[in-house]
């Protein structure tokens, strides 16, 4: 007798995986958030520890974001 551990969840065929990431977004239902969204570029980038916190004062000081600091100092 053969020993077959269960296992569980669901698994999505192969074709219906490739056709899922294939298939067109209807943009038109997407919100201005999504679509706004779509038009970014992310960036993650790690930090030393010390680089993190500068950053961290530097926003506080000019009452911004951190992300936008980074943008600034990368530009």
Do not use: C, H, W
Request: cysteine-free.
């Amino acid at each position: 007798m053969v020993d077959r551990a269960r296992v569980g969840g669901v698994r999505v065929d192969p074709a219906v995986a490739a056709f899922q990431q294939s298939a067109a977004t209807n943009v038109a239902a997407l919100s201005r958030k999504q679509l706004a969204g779509r038009a970014r570029v992310r960036v993650k980038a790690d930090l030393p520890v010390e680089v993190k916190q500068a950053v961290t004062a530097e926003a506080e000081r000019l009452e911004t974001s951190e992300s936008q600091v980074v943008a600034f100092l990368l530009a």
